[in-house]
């Protein structure tokens, strides 16, 4: 095969377009538990509202209150994959297997926000969020009565346990005391947990007869990305507007070559390269949302 303008150019349309075929085809898992920020920059602050009160009979004149606010940053990291082509390979007109190397690329792209979240809930056992304790902790100062928990040890997924984390997530409060009314609706697992998920909330009768008083009470969600942490699960409440975790967006998967003869990568390495640029960074959303749970 020559090499001209017009060869390159149909490359890039078909690489491209083996890039485009992966990304379409591949399923996202964190949406669900997800709130997903535009960034301008590369660090944001956000000031989650501390005070979350409730309306008030309207007795006498208002009360005035302040947005007590608590900083919490997230920075933008940059990420990359690259494939070389061989200036060779293209003159002797053996492409055939790239296709299905730039339609990986696309699988890897899109799954970058799948392990980007995953890796970011599985460290907020050890990551603070925005009250200055770790984002799984059992110490939230939020309640003036004490203390409460959004991570529980011992408690492999079974029926009895999912219920005390439900019960427990259900009766949290706010700063002044009153109930946030939370009510869990997604049961986050890794792979091997799916069956005994399905079993206490998927299922309409139990085991021994009669009926199942947790079937219905969540959706079950399976994220192959937290397969590496086999008796972790996590229950979830997701109808807030801000979710468990969040995504931030500085600059999504975007896919580019350097294909000029004239380029030193082509003078040195005798090769045109291809390959996809991501900005973006995961942080946590309200701690009250999210519980997490380990055997």
């Known amino acids: 095969m020559i090499i001209t303008p017009?060869?390159?150019?149909?490359?890039?349309?078909?690489?491209?377009?083996?890039?485009?075929?992966?990304?379409?085809?591949?399923p996202q898992f964190t949406d669900a538990f997800t709130m997903t920020v535009p960034s301008t920059t590369d660090l944001e602050t956000y000031g989650w509202m501390l005070d979350l009160a409730d309306l008030r009979e309207w007795v006498g004149p208002r009360t005035i209150r302040n947005f007590v606010t608590a900083s919490y940053q997230i920075r933008n990291k940059?990420?990359?994959?690259?494939y070389g082509v061989s200036v060779d390979e293209i003159e002797d007109d053996r492409l055939g297997l790239y296709d299905m190397k730039f339609e990986l690329m696309g699988y890897r792209s899109k799954v970058w926000k799948d392990k980007l979240l995953a890796t970011a809930l599985q460290a907020g056992v050890s990551t603070a969020s925005f009250d200055g304790v770790n984002f799984f902790a059992t110490t939230h100062p939020l309640n003036p009565a004490g203390n409460q928990s959004n991570n529980f040890t011992s408690s492999a997924l079974t029926s009895a346990n999912y219920n005390t984390v439900r019960t427990s997530m259900i009766g949290y409060t706010s700063n002044n005391g009153d109930n946030l009314g939370i009510m869990p609706n997604l049961l986050v697992v890794p792979p091997q947990l799916e069956i005994a998920a399905r079993e206490i909330v998927s299922?309409?009768?139990?085991?021994?007869?009669?009926?199942?008083?947790?079937?219905?009470?969540?959706?079950?969600?399976?994220?192959?990305?937290?397969?590496?942490?086999?008796?972790?699960?996590?229950?979830?409440?997701?109808?807030?507007?801000?979710?468990?975790?969040?995504?931030?967006?500085?600059?999504?998967?975007?896919?580019?070559?350097?294909?000029s003869p004239d380029s030193d990568a082509v003078f040195h390495q005798d090769m045109y390269f291809y390959g996809v640029k991501a900005r973006g960074g995961a942080g946590y959303g309200l701690w009250f949302n999210a519980a997490r749970s380990i055997a």
Request: glycine share 8%.
């Open 78 to 82: 940059k990420y990359e994959l690259t």
């Open 203 to 259: 299922i309409p009768t139990i085991a021994t007869g009669g009926g199942n008083p947790y079937f219905g009470t969540a959706q079950v969600l399976v994220v192959p990305a937290l397969a590496n942490q086999a008796t972790t699960w996590y229950l979830m409440d997701t109808s807030s507007p801000i979710k468990p975790l969040v995504f931030q967006v500085r600059q999504a998967p975007m896919f580019a070559q350097q294909t």
């Open 6 to 26: 017009t060869t390159l150019q149909n490359l890039q349309t078909g690489f491209s377009t083996s890039y485009q075929r992966g990304f379409e085809r591949t």
